[in-house]
């Protein structure tokens, strides 16, 4: 039996590894005042599966979208430097609103489940 590597508590550890990062969360605070803010989600799907069912590879997308009052360019490239060393390919954007910085990262990659490596498409 394969089990299904969880993303979910990893990327949770990679953020926290930033340290100028004061708050990691998968939701919007409701009240904004701890910043620099990661807000975080993931999507997987099925890569590779084997014919008792078991889920061998799992293809992951994460967003990470992170909030300041300033600048966001260190913080972007120690994330994106973080989940490239687990493997994950990303990309960034900036998408300012209002009165706060945002950076939005995209990252993939392709989790074996079995001996725990990342590939890329």
């Known amino acids: 039996m394969t089990t ?7 990327t949770v550890e990679a953020l ?9 969360s998968p939701d919007y605070p409701t ?3 701890d910043f620099p803010t990661a807000i975080y989600r993931t999507m ?14 799992t293809y992951w997308t994460i967003t990470i979208e992170i909030y300041s009052v300033a ?5 972007t490239t120690q994330v ?3 989940f490239s060393g687990i493997g994950f390919i990303g990309t960034k954007k900036d998408a300012n609103t209002a009165s706060l910085k945002r950076v939005i990262i995209e990252l993939s ?3 074996d489940n079995v001996t ?3 590939y890329t498409k």
């Open 109 to 111: 990659g392709i989790v």
């Open 116 to 118: 725990k490596f990342v």
């Open 4 to 10: 299904k590597i969880n993303m979910k508590s990893v």
């Open 71 to 75: 600048s966001l360019t260190s913080i």
């Open 80 to 82: 994106l430097e973080v």
């Open 16 to 24: 926290k590894t930033v340290s100028e990062i004061k708050k990691v």
């Open 31 to 33: 009240i904004w005042a």
């Open 44 to 57: 997987d799907k099925p890569h590779e599966v084997d014919s008792k069912g078991n889920e061998l590879q």
